[in-house]
C-alpha cells in the first residue's frame, strides 16, 4: 500500500482555512509553481507569511481548524519576526509539513512578495508572481531551486534583471 | 494523463506546458509527489521547528531524506 502524503484534501483545506481566517500569506516554493503550471513532487507546502502578531494568530487558527495539534501554539510572532524566520509544522501524521517563512535572507521579506490571487475548487489562493518565484528561487542555493530557476524562466520566458 | 511509451529516453519528448491556474495542475503535483514518497518514503517529525534560516531547514530537509529511507 502507498504511504499517504499530503493528499489534495488536506492541502485543500489548509488553503481554505488560510482563506478563512484571512491568514495574510503567499504560497512559493514548489506548490505555487504548480499553481502556475510547472509541477514536480514535492513533500512541504512552503507559505511566505506576514509576521506580525495578529497574523500568527490567525495563521494559528487555521492550522488548528484542520490539525487537532498543540503544537501549533509553539508558532510565535516573536520567533518568526526575530530569530526564527523559517518555521517548519509537520502534522502528527509525518507526511508532509508546512513550512513557513518570514523572510528570505536578507532579499525578500512578506511585504516585498509579488503575488496574484486565483480561484482554485472555490479557494482563494494567494500565489507568488512567476517574476517572483524566479527571483527567489535563483537567489538561493540548493541545486533544486537552481533547477527549478530554470524551469520558471524557460516557461514564462523570464529575463534576469 | 495517458501513458506515453519511448524506446529510449533520448526519444522523450518533454510534457507540454500545463495551463497556470489550472486546478488540475495542483492536482497532478500531490499525484507525482504521492509517487515520489511510494519510492523514498521520509517521514518528517511531527511537531513545530524553528530555524534560523529557510537554507537551514532545508539542509535539514535534505539530511533527513538522504539519511533515512524510513523515518527519522
Given at each position: ?79 518568526l519576526?526575530?530569530d526564527y524566520p523559517a518555521i517548519q ?10 513550512d513557513?517563512l518570514a523572510r528570505l535572507g536578507e532579499r525578500f ?31 538561493t542555493v540548493r ?19 | ?49 524553528k530555524y534560523r534560516s529557510y537554507e537551514d531547514m532545508k539542509a535539514r ?12
Open positions: 500500500m502507498l504511504p499517504r502524503i499530503m493528499e489534495l484534501e488536506a492541502a485543500l483545506k489548509i488553503l481554505a482555512a488560510f482563506d478563512r481566517e484571512r491568514v495574510e500569506y503567499v504560497l512559493v516554493g514548489s506548490m505555487g509553481m504548480a499553481v502556475l503550471g510547472v509541477i514536480r513532487a514535492t513533500r512541504d507546502i512552503d507559505v511566505f507569511i506576514a509576521p506580525d502578531e495578529a497574523n500568527v494568530a490567525r495563521l494559528r487558527r487555521a492550522l488548528t481548524s484542520v490539525f487537532d495539534d498543540p503544537s501549533i501554539d509553539e508558532i510565535t510572532s516573536a520567533d519576526s526575530g509544522y509537520a502534522p502528527p501524521s509525518g507526511d508532509f509539513s508546512i513557513l521579506r512578506f511585504d516585498e512578495i509579488e503575488w496574484q490571487e486565483v480561484t482554485i475548487d472555490g479557494i482563494r489562493v494567494r500565489v507568488a508572481t512567476p517574476r517572483m518565484l524566479y527571483r527567489m528561487k535563483r537567489d541545486p533544486q531551486d537552481k533547477l527549478d530557476a530554470s524551469a520558471l524562466r524557460d516557461r514564462f520566458e523570464l529575463e534576469d534583471e | 494523463m495517458p501513458i506515453r511509451k519511448f524506446r529510449s529516453v533520448e526519444e522523450m519528448t518533454p510534457l507540454p506546458d500545463r495551463r497556470p491556474f489550472d486546478p488540475e495542475n495542483l492536482r497532478l503535483a500531490i499525484a507525482w509527489s504521492h509517487a515520489a514518497m511510494a519510492l523514498h518514503p521520509v517521514k518528517r517529525t511531527p511537531g513545530v521547528h530537509d535534505q539530511r533527513r531524506s538522504s539519511g533515512s529511507s524510513v523515518s527519522e
